[in-house]
């Protein structure tokens, strides 16, 4: 079945500061969602993206089906941006999704 | 948006009891739901995908009989833990799959300790 692998692991920033999450994937996507679980273990959908680039506030995701690979942008980061962000992605024709190994942020004032 | 219910959000039972997690899709019907647990600090792993008016089919390695699913109605599924030991302790997680959308919407998760 199909790999995804996430980077950083972990990532202090300071409020306000940029960063980039990366999550590899290891065969073609029919679907691969971006999420961010909250302290108390909610999910939140942030994206739907199998390919291209959107854009949410100040969070964008850009999506290289080619190459495999996707890119969360966290621009002015907040506290309240802390916790753990997953990507998931199914290579077949369900919803199957696959989680990454996730990455933890932490934005300290 | 479409709103996933998960009830209980958290549960402690004795060992050797069995405890049912419900799954709900308020505002869609979801033919195809998800369940998934998480251990502390872990990523979330599938367990099982739950078909309307069918049987689940079972990820690698996780047993079917210890972990029922029934999806008897398009909106609402079921897992049960059957005779849980504290190694069941974890958080489960289900998601419901809305037709023609591709996007997937999970429930809040139930915190399951088993003493």
């Known amino acids: 079945g199909i790999q995804v692998e996430q980077s950083p692991p972990d990532l202090i920033l300071q409020e306000g500061a940029n960063s980039t999450l990366r999550c590899n994937f290891s065969?073609?996507?029919?679907?691969l969602q971006w999420f961010h679980q909250n302290p108390w273990g909610q999910l939140i959908n942030l994206f739907y993206i199998p390919s291209g680039t959107k854009q949410n506030g100040r969070l964008s995701a850009t999506t290289v089906a080619t190459e495999r690979y996707s890119l969360l942008y966290i621009s002015s980061s907040q506290t309240t941006d802390s916790g753990v962000y997953f990507c998931a992605a199914d290579g077949g024709a369900t919803n199957k999704l696959i989680f990454g190994t996730g990455t933890l942020l932490a934005v300290q004032p | 948006g479409a709103v996933v219910s998960q009830h209980p959000s958290r549960v402690i039972c004795k060992s050797g009891t069995s405890v049912k997690i419900e799954c709900r899709s308020l505002d869609f019907q979801a033919t195809t739901m998800f369940w998934y647990r998480q251990f502390p600090k872990q990523s979330l792993m599938l367990m099982a995908t739950?078909?309307?008016?069918?049987?689940?089919?079972?990820e690698q390695g996780v047993e079917k009989d210890k972990f029922l699913i029934n999806h008897a109605s398009l909106t609402l599924s079921t897992l049960t833990v059957t005779s849980a030991h504290p190694e069941d302790s974890s958080f489960y997680i289900c998601?419901?799959?809305?037709?023609?959308?591709?996007?997937?919407?999970f429930g809040s998760g139930t915190q399951l300790s088993v003493l």
């Open positions: 998601s419901a799959e809305q037709g023609g959308n591709e996007k997937l919407f």
């Open positions: 739950s078909n309307e008016g069918s049987k689940a089919t079972y």
């Open positions: 065969d073609s996507v029919n679907n």
